[in-house]
């Protein structure tokens, strides 16, 4: 059973940091794309960063470009989000989301529950 466990969200001012971390468990062969979408209240889903495993190519949404970046933690399932310069708007419920991922049951994507992260002053 493959599970996506976020930390490191919270209440921050804005124009504060935090840093996300998501951690997969489970008997994994390989993950194509690891990545970040939040939902805020009343809004769609929406994708906020991702990283191609074996190439190491980064994405972003238009408003996060230039604040917020992805990493992998070395050759690890399990990847970060660094988040400079938070601005109210950035409020939401941010999910780890890993793109087919392959193990013996099969290839499909999964999700993590997700972590709140609130920008306020």
């Known amino acids: 059973q493959v599970q996506l466990v976020e930390s490191g969200g919270g209440l921050v001012q804005p124009g504060g940091s935090l840093k996300l971390s998501c951690a997969y468990s489970?008997?994994?062969?390989?993950?194509?794309?690891m990545g970040w979408f939040r939902q805020a209240p009343g809004k769609q889903r929406e994708l906020v960063a991702t990283?191609?495993?074996?190439?190491?190519?980064?994405e972003y949404s238009d408003s996060v470009e230039g604040r917020f970046t992805i990493s992998r933690i070395g050759a690890t399932f399990a990847h970060t989000l660094q988040m400079n310069d938070l601005r109210p708007v950035d409020t939401a419920l941010y999910y780890c989301?890993?793109?087919?991922?392959?193990?013996?049951?099969?290839?499909?994507?999964?999700w993590g529950q997700g972590t709140q992260v609130t920008v306020s002053s």
């Open positions: 989301h890993g793109e087919l991922i392959a193990t013996p049951d099969g290839v499909k994507d999964y």
């Open positions: 489970g008997n994994i062969f390989s993950i194509r794309v």
């Open positions: 990283i191609h495993s074996r190439t190491g190519r980064t």
